[in-house]
């Protein structure tokens, strides 16, 4: 199959060879109580060894290929190919937890395996036997054990049993675990082999579906066996008891079912890893790549590589799925890419548009127009040394600064409106002049909602219509237009009021001369902190000032 060429071929060859080794171990296995003359089995050395290596099914392989071996020399050993197949997969269950890694964690599985193979497997013996209790290797240690316990003879089998196979499994572990130690170090990348495929809905579904069907085929063996059984013991006219009978078509019918099972729980551990190679874990990386894909960093599609060097190892529809999936993804960045280079453009629009208009202004009132670029990067260094001193730090991002550096040219947008006679005039203004010189901040809110109107809700103009309106608000609710208090006033027309009463202050006006820098600090963190100021920008005023004092310096 195609699908094959993408798989490395030394992870297939390890594989293999790790598998061969596992069956000789099992042989050898099966070998050595012969030659020690012991009473265990230690048939499963290479079972365990596989499932610890390889994974669980390679290990049912295992378990099962070596019983079928010696099944040609006697016909019982197949029968009890079930019990090693049951017995690679708790192993394997085992060794996902991680309790393959100590000796100690290993002997953990000892019970439940003792409980298959001890207590299932003695009372599965009877039936093989036709239910002659005397016949077994265990019926001379269950004699032995009478003579010191008093119980039933079967309870006595019984025990016998499951304490030869704690022996047996001990010691068929200890040695899985020196093996597996052995060939880790000779093989520091042997576990790499495994194929560890992720839980998920789909694969449960599937293997419960397929197992099912497993079982219930051994099952429809074993009535078909039952059924045969009995008309041979019809047509042969066998005169026997009715309790014989039964006995005799439990005993032929339940050999056939132990053979069909194992067989069957094979085939269908080989399925399942097919299906988890083929469809589901194609199907969990390209899930697990559109998961990496979507979220990005900073919710960006970023993470392209992700779905475009998938590697689905199929040559069908999934493959193709896979494709789509890597074309789809690049022409999404492509498109976000172009989308926010025209997003770039637009806020570079805006923000020409925006600079554009304080030119007109500057054009109307000169010191207006030096004024409005230099409170703008005022602004934006005491909203930086307000985050810098953990002020509202919710509210100041960087979308924030960059925000009040585009807009706070803006904050005097209104004075176009103003007459220039006022706009310009040297002396003090008249109360009905100062009044309509006020009436600046309405006039630029007015000017920015129109633009809002026309061009919808667009956040450097929310900011904007904020600070047209609001930077002439005081702390103490004694400002203007609105008469707004404390934290009412927003804090990009907070922090404006700041940048604009120090620039003002200490800057040339038609009506006044610059006002020296000690006396403008005392002004603006003893007189007006607290009743004009927020105290929290006045502090960051503070901490910034040597910043504004070198900038104001460069300016002139």
Not at 150 to 170: G, H, N, Q, S, W
């Amino acid at each position: 199959m195609k699908w094959l060429s993408s798989l490395k071929y030394k992870r297939l060859r390890t594989g293999f060879i790790l598998f061969a080794v596992s069956i000789a171990l099992n042989l050898a296995g099966a070998q050595l109580p012969g030659l020690l003359k012991i009473p265990l089995f230690l048939d499963n050395i290479g079972t365990f060894f596989a499932v610890a290596t390889i994974g669980t099914v390679p290990g049912m392989a295992a378990a099962y290929l070596g019983n079928l071996f010696y099944s040609f020399q006697t016909p019982e050993w197949l029968y009890w190919g079930l019990f090693g197949v049951l017995m690679a997969a708790i192993a394997g269950r085992a060794e996902k937890a991680g309790r393959f890694t100590r000796l100690f964690d290993m002997f953990r599985i000892i019970p439940p395996v003792v409980l298959f193979t001890g207590v299932i497997g003695e009372c599965f013996s009877w039936v093989l036997n036709g239910f002659d209790l005397s016949q077994g290797t265990t019926a001379e240690y269950a004699e032995q054990i009478g003579k010191v316990l008093f119980l039933p003879f079967p309870v006595r089998r019984i025990l016998a049993c499951c304490i030869i196979e704690i022996a047996d499994k001990a010691l068929t572990l200890l040695l899985s675990f020196l093996l597996i130690r052995l060939f880790t170090v000779m093989f520091p990348s042997i576990h790499a082999v495994q194929s560890n495929v992720k839980e998920s809905p789909l694969r449960k579904r599937l293997v419960r579906l397929i197992t099912f069907s497993g079982f219930l085929t051994g099952t429809v063996v074993f009535l078909l066996a039952c059924q045969s059984y009995y008309h041979m013991q019809m047509q042969a006219g066998m005169e026997v008891s009715r309790i014989s009978a039964i006995q005799n078509i439990l005993t032929f019918g339940g050999g056939l079912f132990s053979v069909a099972l194992g067989a069957e729980i094979c085939i269908v551990a080989f399925a399942i890893a097919y299906i988890d190679l083929t469809l589901v874990d194609p199907i969990l990386h390209m899930t697990d790549a559109m998961e990496q894909f979507l979220q990005g960093e900073g919710g960006k599609y970023i993470q392209v590589d992700a779905v475009t060097d998938l590697e689905i190892p199929t040559d069908d529809e999934l493959k193709d799925l896979g494709n789509a999936m890597s074309i789809t993804a690049s022409d999404i960045v492509t498109y976000i890419s172009e989308l926010n280079l025209r997003m770039d453009e637009i806020n570079n629009l805006q923000t020409n548009i925006i600079g554009t208009i304080a030119d007109i202004i500057e054009s109307r009132d000169l010191t207006t127009g030096e004024h409005v670029f230099r409170t703008s990067n005022f602004a934006v260094i005491i909203a930086e040394q307000l985050r810098t001193d953990g002020k509202y730090t919710n509210e100041i991002t960087d979308q924030f600064i960059e925000m009040l550096r585009v807009t706070a040219p803006l904050h005097d947008v209104g004075k176009i409106c103003v007459p220039d006679a006022i706009l310009n005039k040297p002396g003090r203004l008249l109360p009905e002049e100062y009044e309509m010189m006020k009436a600046h901040t309405t006039l630029g809110r007015e000017i920015i909602r129109k633009a809002l109107r026309h061009l919808g809700s667009i956040e450097y103009l929310k900011m904007a219509e904020q600070l047209t309106e609001y930077h002439h608000e005081w702390w103490n609710g004694k400002g203007y237009p609105e008469g707004l208090k404390g934290n009412e006033i927003p804090l990009c027309a907070r922090i404006m009021a700041v940048a604009d009463v120090y620039d003002a202050l200490r800057a040339e006006r038609p009506y006044k001369k610059p006002i020296p820098e000690e006396v403008v600090f005392r002004i603006m963190t003893e007189e007006e902190n607290g009743i004009h100021f927020d105290p929290a920008v006045v502090d960051a005023f503070v901490h910034a000032h040597k910043k504004l004092e070198a900038f104001w310096y460069v300016e002139k």
